[in-house]
């Protein structure tokens, strides 16, 4: 984990194809590493999502290249690396998965739904509203908050369309996406305990999900996969 994250360090400090050219080979050193840490989260994860098992880890991991098409920043790399490990059909699978982000004073474990479509945020909203009282059991859960100290992203600055503006627990369904982060520190990072603390995380991340993914057998129409 020290090489992965010097190496993003340094990356991040000489972001050109120059640089990244003349350390190609350490870069597919920190691949092989990346690629192990994703298989070691693979077969954690399947002990309580069996549907991770036939996952391998090219099915979890992210391009270091950037999409600069449509950017005004034109730096080639990304500075971080990805692994998302989504039980429920790889990474375009539509479902809640689990998340690993590394990069240098940034690393996080985070999971559940990002930038759903329409359809779906829209399915997710209502299941909170009709299950109130289930989803506060989850997110109030005292382990759980001590872990996860943000849940929901890009919040809507007013009530949804569609629902009660006095609604008590509104807040709870203003967030354009659902899902859940938990900072990493340095220490945890670099130890030899970061597969057994990230799989933690993610365990205790499982009824999370579990409520996010039951909307989607609860309403057949919607799909399951881009």
């Not at 039980?87 to 982000?101: A, E, N, R, T, V």
């Not at 299941?127 to 989850?138: S, T």
Request: glycine fraction near 6%; proline fraction near 7%; include cysteine.
């Amino acid at each position: 984990m020290k090489e992965i994250l010097e190496y993003l360090e340094q990356l991040a400090a000489n972001n050109n194809r120059v640089w990244f050219n003349d350390n190609k080979s350490r870069y597919q050193d920190i691949q092989h590493k990346v690629s192990r840490i994703a298989g070691d989260l693979i077969d954690g994860i399947s002990a309580f999502e069996p549907g991770a098992s036939a996952l391998t880890p090219a099915d979890c991991l992210y391009r270091i290249y950037r999409d600069t098409r449509f950017r005004a920043d034109k730096t080639p790399y990304k500075t971080h690396i990805g692994i998302y490990i989504n039980p429920f059909g790889g990474k375009k699978s539509q479902l809640g998965g689990y998340y690993l982000h590394l990069e240098p004073g940034s690393c996080l474990v985070g999971g559940g739904i990002w930038c759903p479509t329409p359809p779906v945020l829209k399915a997710l909203r209502q299941a909170i509203y009709d299950n109130v009282d289930e989803y506060l059991e989850i997110i109030r859960n005292p382990d759980f908050a001590r872990v996860f100290t943000e849940v929901g992203d890009d919040l809507l600055k007013t009530a949804p369309k569609g629902f009660p503006k006095d609604w008590e627990h509104i807040d709870l369904i203003r967030p354009r996406s659902y899902t859940v982060l938990s900072p990493l520190d340095n220490r945890t990072v670099i130890s030899g305990k970061l597969i057994a603390e990230v799989l933690q995380r993610f365990e205790m991340m499982k009824p999370f999900n579990d409520f996010l993914n039951y909307t989607f057998e609860e309403n057949p129409s919607l799909p399951k996969f881009y």
